[in-house]
């Protein structure tokens, strides 16, 4: 069973910072490009970050520039988003996907992923 699995989220205080993780059970993520994407209720998805499957390219919304960065790391068939000087409008459910997509190209919209994970809630508060 094809299964992506995030862990990392939780409560912490502004400036301060998460590292997220995305696992994949039951494939490889080698040939996927992976996105990160978070959502508040009563708001639209947002492609937060995204990672091609050779690690060579990666993109960020402007929002979170300079604070996120993404990796991944095929040994591990694991994506990491590195999440620092966190601020409360960052706070939201985070969720990863999938792209079966072989190269350097990834992307931020939500419509191109295959599989996606369960989502972890990641809240910025004092």
């Known amino acids: 069973q094809l299964q992506l699995v995030e862990s990392g989220g939780g409560l912490v205080q502004p400036g301060g910072s998460l590292r997220l993780s995305c696992a994949a059970s039951?494939?490889?993520?080698?040939?996927?490009?992976i996105g990160w994407f978070r959502q508040v209720p009563g708001k639209e998805r947002e492609g937060v970050s995204c990672?091609?499957?050779?690690?060579?390219?990666?993109n960020y919304a402007d929002s979170v520039k300079g604070r996120f960065t993404i990796s991944r790391d095929n040994a591990k068939n694991t994506v990491y988003l590195q999440m620092n000087s966190l601020k409360p409008e960052d706070t939201a459910v985070y969720y990863c996907?999938?792209?079966?997509?072989?190269?350097?190209?990834?992307?931020?919209?939500?419509?191109?992923?295959?599989?996606w994970g369960q989502g972890t809630q990641v809240t910025v508060s004092s």
């Open positions: 996907a999938a792209l079966g997509l072989w190269g350097s190209r990834c992307s931020r919209d939500d419509m191109e992923y295959d599989y």
């Open positions: 039951g494939f490889t993520l080698t040939y996927y490009a």
């Open positions: 990672i091609s499957s050779s690690g060579g390219s990666t």
